[in-house]
């Protein structure tokens, strides 16, 4: 049975992780000992030292996550015209993209696939 761990899914600045790896390339510590030392993964070590070397600092800032496109606009209860056309031309590009994909609209506004 493996250890507990206290956090899950803890996001590291690039300043935390640049501290991290240079316990390696600086400090020479082994991937396990830091490993255990800051109770992260060996391989979030060996990637994030990947990339240091490959981008240097700019490798090793968290890149954004793209999210629900229509947020923004579900979340407010009075739109603005240009707000709404923005909105209904971002659905409509969904649902051009859905179909390219192969899938239909049902009445409830659910995606089926089918088969071409």
């Not at 390696?24 to 070590?45: H, R």
């Not at 240097?56 to 968290?62: P, Q, R």
């Amino acid at each position: 049975m493996g250890r507990i761990r206290k956090e899950r899914n803890r996001i590291w600045s690039a300043d935390d992780k640049l501290k991290i790896i240079n316990e390696n390339l600086i400090n020479f510590k082994s991937t396990p000992q830091i490993s255990k030392e800051y109770d992260i993964s060996q391989g979030m070590i060996i990637n994030s030292i990947k990339k240091y070397k490959e981008f240097g600092y700019d490798g090793l800032v968290n890149k954004k996550k793209p999210g629900n496109p229509l947020a923004k606009y579900s979340s407010k209860k009075n739109l603005t015209k240009e707000e709404q056309l923005e909105y209904d031309n971002m659905k409509l590009r969904i649902e051009n993209e859905m179909l390219k994909k192969g899938f239909l609209t049902k009445e409830d506004g659910t995606y089926v696939k089918f088969m071409k």
